[in-house]
């Protein structure tokens, strides 16, 4: 049933919603008013219902699912309120979706992405919000547009979106979308038109002819966007070094740097192993022998020899200790000098327990 284009002043007729047997219900341009019918969910034959550019107030009705075979839905160009529903998920032989110039506010529903017969998607001109959900990228057979313009989404572009490969027509623009524009929109072959002006976007254009033969509003104001497309700046090497310097900070804090400080931390203790003075490499050299033990003497003249501390201490009894720290015990050997000294052995899986511990400590 077709009345369009004409001056009807009225609301919808509930008897409309009776007529279970319609499959088609155009009224677009017309000054209708009221609510949606929620009647309109006996409607379960229709295919195609056009309310487009009139006065309807209200919410969309969560029981529009129950139109399993509607396969185009405009209400476009109205005064509808609330959120999208959840629901229109369920809609899955929808191919066209309309609901653009209302005044619809909250995020878009992942569940958007289940209507994966979907060919347009027009979303622009309402307050949603919110960030654009990835599931928008399931909707492979996108082909004539996606229009999520002039709405107040935030955060970044997904990535998931370069899966749109049918996509002809893109536009992001008019909301507060930041960081990059994914490089992997080279892969969008079929983009022929793409506007992101007026969002925070920042860094290289993809390689991809839609964008790099983009009239220059498509990219006003920006962060930082920079490429081969009019009134952009190139991507000079020190302007694409500091954008991907700014894209690495987080591996350069949380990856990089601990690395490089055990690293430090363990060329040092080999330095002091290989350059250490005669008496302690004989330290070194005694580790080698007996592989789970380390020796650090204190008062050592640089006469005596490992083997005098094992006979004095009687290869370090546990008579001879007389105390113990965090590196190991302590051990009282008089040598055969006379002298007495303080000897202290180091277990090595001690002293590489506290060395990791230190080195996890690297920030």
């Known amino acids: 049933m077709g009345l369009s284009d004409n001056l009807l002043y009225c609301e919808l007729p509930l008897a409309w919603g009776e007529n279970y047997k319609l499959t088609a219900l155009y009224i677009f341009r017309n000054r209708i008013t009221g609510r949606i019918l929620l009647e309109f969910r006996k ?48 809609l899955r032989n929808l191919e ?32 949603l919000n919110g960030s654009i959900p990835g599931q928008v990228g399931s909707l492979i ?10 709405n107040a989404l935030v955060g970044e572009i997904p990535s998931h979106l370069d899966k749109l490969t049918n996509l ?21 072959l079929s983009l022929t038109v793409v506007d992101v002006s007026y969002n925070e976007l920042e860094g290289p254009l993809p390689n ?16 930082g966007l920079c490429g081969q497309a009019q009134g952009l700046i190139p991507c000079n090497s020190s302007s694409t070094n500091a954008y991907d310097g700014k894209e690495n900070h ?14 430090l931390l363990l060329c040092a203790l080999v330095k002091v192993a290989l350059f250490c003075p005669t008496k302690e490499k004989t330290i070194v050299e005694t580790l080698g022998e007996r592989n789970e033990d380390l020796f650090s003497i204190w008062n050592f003249d640089g006469r ?34 006379g002298q007495v000294v ?18 996890s400590g690297v920030k």
């Open 342 to 359: 303080a000897v202290k052995k180091l277990t090595m899986w001690m002293v590489m327990k506290r060395l990791m511990r230190d080195l």
């Open 43 to 90: 409607l379960i034959n229709l295919r195609l219902l056009d309310l487009s550019s009139n006065l309807l107030t209200g919410e969309i009705p969560m029981q529009l699912s129950s139109m399993a075979f509607l396969y185009n839905l405009s209400l476009g160009d109205n005064m509808l309120i609330g959120m999208i529903p959840s629901t229109i998920g369920e």
């Open 250 to 263: 987080r591996i350069l804090y949380y990856i990089l740097f601990p690395v490089m400080g055990m690293m």
């Open 304 to 337: 005596t020899v490992h083997d005098d501390i094992i006979i004095a201490t009687e290869d370090f009894d546990d008579k001879s200790c007389i105390g113990g720290g965090g590196y190991g015990r302590v051990y009282k050997a008089k040598l055969r000098t």
């Open 208 to 223: 991809n002819k839609a964008f790099y033969q983009a009239p220059a509003e498509s990219f006003f104001h920006n962060k």
């Open 141 to 150: 057979h996108l082909q004539e547009l996606l229009d999520l313009s002039h």
């Open 168 to 188: 002809l027509v893109l536009n992001l623009s008019h909301n507060q979308l930041s960081g990059s524009i994914p490089s992997s929109f080279q892969y969008m």
């Open 96 to 127: 066209r979706l309309d609901l653009s110039k209302n005044r619809l506010s909250g995020p878009i529903p992942e569940e958007i992405g289940d209507c994966s017969k979907l060919i347009s998607l027009k979303l622009s001109e309402n307050n």
